[in-house]
């Protein structure tokens, strides 16, 4: 394989074109003043600013004026048209540079994260123990740009979001001068910071194998395991990842739900805002029998899935073996399989609220119960209805 050169050059620019238009077009305008706001820190991507002193110190504050006066100026426009004219057509009518691009990709799909189908990555280290740790975006971006580059013409670019950084890899090969890649050629990875996870977007077939053997020679891991979870929306994979154990009735400990005191007496009497307003009117229309069967069924759907929205999955399968009786002799039955498919926004809170509308019945089979604890799309259960553990 030949060696590729680095892609290091942060301030190569990108001349103007509908491509590079679009990219700033689909921010929202307060999206696009975060940015801009980044950028006039940036001594590398601000606007040139003409120096009127030629006393250094002078011009320092000068300039520094000037860069307030173009916050100003951004910060008063309209409307988001104005605001990406003023962008394209004056300030950086000569175009932008790769890190201004990448900017302005992770910042849109951290934003509209659902956008991107994301696969969850653990990192294996030979008895756990963890033999490299980056304290720095720019350190872990040194190490797999020097991983990535013999195979690819790369543009690297991390950036920390709430403690988990951002990894975007662009790949150039291919791509004439003045072009912006493909979206397929460009990756996603979020590395959660002191932990063993990954999450990473889809990845083309021809970069895999030299995209995956980059994260493993950067974290110097043994194996990088694919693990069965996957889904569009990247907080609740987190979630699912870092905190399986305080997940359903759990989760009122984890986001600190619970009693200052547990020695005092718990009121009995319910918060106004838990009341709905219309709450006499609905139960003077049910009987006694029916309104306990409603409490029944939210109280058993907080014993298993506890009081919080529930992480959002999109797809579960279970695949079921469940004995099947060919005679009236009970002894006698043949294994049935059977995969069952739910699909939705959130898969985990549809199950919550089908015992809520009596749907489901309780009790549960534990491989419903713990499904938000199971930390995965695929659920294979045995005849006796437990769940078939695999490498995770």
Known sequence: MPLHSFIRNDTTIIAPNASLRRVINRHTKDSLLDIIRKWLQDPMA????EDTSEDEENCDNTNGQQVKRLLHHYEIISSKKNMVDKIFLEDWKNGLNYKQIAQLDMKYYHDHSSLKHWKALKLCWENGLRKKE???????????LTQLSPFFKTHLYIEEFEKNWWIRISIHDGV??????????????????????????????????????????????????EC???????????????????????????????????????????????IPENIDQFEDMMDEDNILLLKQRDTAANDNFGPNEQPSLDMVEIKLSTPLHTSNNDDQSTPLSMTVLFEGTNVIEGIKKMIMAGIAEPPLPAYL????????????????????????
């Open 134 to 144: 980056y304290r720095k975006t720019s350190e872990l971006n040194s190490s797999l």
């Open 176 to 225: 004439p001068p003045n072009t912006l890649p493909v979206s397929s050629n460009i990756i996603y990875v979020i590395y959660f910071t002191n932990s063993e996870h990954l999450l990473c977007s889809n990845i083309k077939r021809e970069h895999k194998e030299f995209i995956m053997q980059g994260l493993l020679k950067t974290f110097v891991c043994n194996e990088i395991e």
């Open 46 to 49: 601000r606007p040139k600013i």
């Open 228 to 274: 069965d979870l996957k889904g569009k929306y990247a907080d609740s994979l987190e979630k699912l990842l870092l905190h399986r154990q305080s997940q359903g009735t759990y989760s009122r400990y984890r986001l600190n739900q619970v009693d200052d005191n547990p020695l005092l007496f718990p009121s009995k009497k319910p918060k106004k805002d838990d």
């Open 369 to 392: 119960a713990d499904i938000h604890s199971n930390g995965r799309n695929y659920i294979e259960v045995d005849e006796n209805n437990v769940v078939i553990k695999k490498g995770h």
